[in-house]
């Protein structure tokens, strides 16, 4: 997971110019290394000694200074996450892939991939798919903290719960914490915490507001008015976690710094359907209104997931995406971009002023889900482009070669009157030389 983005923006909290005023003073490293070099002989010391471990998985340390550098800034952010949740009873350890080879087979029962960040809790290991900054990292460690389902038991909690989304959201309504089928939905909520989000209630005024029946679930999607009900009543862990994992990827999404890269590796047959907008921007919310809207009436097309990125949220990365894209990011932006090569086609806006109406929009997208727009045709069109400027060069180089041979036939003229007008001299010569042998 070595990516870009990730070399990118390795950041930590800085410390404010000025001396803060007490009760917000943000914390700077203080010098002490808390991050464990994990090997064979400490490596069960510290899985029993924490709650949680936090360990990063990296290749050997590379010779060269720059990745030295990169590598140092990583530790740098783990130190400081530790500082930070030292009295939260959560361990940190690097892991070096070869070094420390022994580990690493003890860890080989999980997917691990060097350049990843991983949680051990209890018999879970759940991988930290985000940002690699202190920031990103303490709030997702505090999420794994919290109770893995959280109960709703009045109707501004149930306010709270609706304003939710941008979030995957179960929610179930059980008799009681005693409920053989609330213990399958806790233990479902604890295989994808904190990603997706659970909720419960035991109050039936709660449940009616949701219309929801005993032991009933809902499933709800970002962005999405109204849920879907999980079939079959009641349900099983099992039959939970394969409903949620079916149904994971979302028709419109946000790109999150807490799981950024999970988003980007989502994809449908290597590209994504990239939507840039501000929300903060009027002209940016109404164009993510108009989004949502048409990811609502086209739900139901499985091969349909559309990325939403808010450019406030990546300052670091607006002039390498308005670089690599070749967008203006001011202004709100939909296009086609392979995840493989960051190759993109993009909606032409007839009028920059006007914004796309739904069934514009639509229509695009019908269009690049039948395949008529795709990033190939760019490449087919670049390389004309190519050919083109090739022939011009080759026009350009012949020209030139042209205009040279006539210099130099030019040249070659001159040099032959040059030698007729010495020849006339010369003659001129032998007939004075004629005229003295005269006289």
Known sequence: MLSLW???????????????????EFPRYDGKDRVLDINDKNYKKAMKKHSMLCLFYHEPIPESKELQKQHQMTELVLELA??????????????????DAKVSKKLDNFSKEEGSVYVFKADRVIEFDGLLSANTLVEFLLDLLEEPVEV????????????????????????????????????????????????????????????????????????????????????????????????RRPTLRKLR????????????????????????????????????????????????????????????????????????????????????????????????EDLPTAQELEDW??????????????????????????EESDDDENDDEEEEEEDDNGEKEDDDDENDDDDDDDDDDDDDDDDDDDE
């Open 6 to 24: 990730l070399l990118m923006l390795p950041c930590l909290s800085l410390v404010p110019p000025v001396p803060a005023e007490k009760g917000l």
């Open 82 to 99: 530790a500082q930070v949740m030292e009295e939260k009873d959560i361990g940190f350890g690097m892991v070096d892939s070869h070094k």
């Open 152 to 247: 709703i038991g009045n109707a501004a909690e149930l306010r709270a719960f609706d304003r939710m989304e941008e979030d995957i959201r179960l929610i179930g309504y059980f008799k009681n914490e005693d409920s053989e089928h609330y213990e399958a939905f806790k233990e479902a909520a604890e295989q994808f915490q904190p990603y997706i989000k659970f909720f419960a209630t035991f109050e039936k005024s709660v449940a009616k507001e949701l219309t929801l029946k005993m032991n009933e679930v809902d499933f709800y999607e970002p962005f999405m008015e109204e849920p879907v009900t999980i079939p079959g009543k009641p349900h099983s862990e099992e039959e939970l976690v394969e409903f949620i994992i079916e149904h």
């Open 257 to 352: 710094a807490e799981d950024m890269f999970e988003t980007w590796e989502d994809d449908i047959e290597g590209i994504h359907i990239v939507a840039f907008a501000e929300e903060e921007d009027p002209d940016g919310f109404e164009f993510l209104e108009i989004l949502k809207e048409v990811a609502r009436d086209n739900t139901h097309l499985p091969e349909l997931s559309i990325v939403w990125i808010d450019p406030d949220d990546f300052p670091l990365l607006i002039p390498y995406w308005e670089k690599t894209f070749k967008v203006d990011l001011f202004r709100p932006q939909i296009g086609v971009v392979n995840v493989t090569d960051a190759d993109s086609v993009w909606m032409e806006m007839e009028d920059e």
């Open 365 to 390: 997208i019908e269009d690049v889900l039948s395949g008529k727009v795709n990033t190939e045709d760019d490449d087919d069109e670049d390389d004309d482009d190519d050919e083109d400027d090739e």
